[in-house]
């Protein structure tokens, strides 16, 4: 259960939903006054770029891994979010809307589809079921976490503040990933032999 944990709530932290409900209003906020327009068109560039990457994943999820996948995603989300916080220090706004872009490609790649799948590989088939609606609990209360809290702390600290944080978690989530997560195949292969026991026997 702790990297059911660490999954589901580490995909929140790496800053996701800040991107979906605020990228708006940071480019609003940075290019003036033709800024909504301009956000319009960049949030349905962010939209189209998700969809395509979403069914690309499955390819390069394929050849690489899941875990590998998922700890290089992690790790460009956290090098676009501190992108992202020096473009916002410094009002570059043409660096900050092709990193926003970059951080939601690495996410549709890799630390968007993978956690769930992942979270079945990890855990034996009975208790799958209980190991999903954790991971779901856990995960909401992550989105609801940096949700509720981005706003306050972008308030009081400054946006570059609050993107360099997620870069600091998406890092460190992508060394948790690569460095302490069971390989799938090993998880596999555990399961597998359980199930050429359980017929042995």
Not at 40 to 55: A, C, Q
Not at 74 to 93: D, K, N, T, Y
Not at 124 to 151: D, I, K
């Amino acid at each position: 259960m702790i990297f059911v944990t660490i999954i589901l709530v580490g995909q929140q932290l790496c800053g996701i939903n800040s991107i979906i409900l605020y990228s708006a209003q940071v480019i609003t906020d940075l290019s003036g006054k033709n800024g909504d327009f301009l956000a319009k068109e960049v949030n349905f560039i962010i939209s189209i770029v998700n969809t395509i990457f979403t069914f690309v994943s499955p390819k390069t999820i394929s050849i690489i891994g899941r875990n590998l996948s998922l700890s290089l995603s992690a790790l460009f989300m956290g090098i676009c979010s501190l992108v992202i916080a020096l473009s916002l220090q410094f009002s570059h706004l043409n660096v900050l809307i092709i990193f926003l872009i970059f951080f939601i490609i690495a996410f549709a790649l890799g630390v968007g589809p993978i956690p769930f799948l992942i979270i079945s590989d990890l855990t034996p088939l009975e208790a799958r079921s209980v190991s999903q609606s954790f991971g779901t609990v856990n995960n909401w209360l992550g989105t609801f976490l940096v949700s509720y809290t981005f706003p306050i702390l972008a308030d009081i600290f400054g946006m570059p503040i609050v993107f360099s944080l997620f870069s600091f978690f998406a890092i460190g989530f992508a060394a948790i990933i690569y460095f302490k997560l069971p390989t799938v195949s090993h998880v596999d292969n555990h399961h597998n032999d359980d199930v050429e026991h359980e017929r042995l026997l």
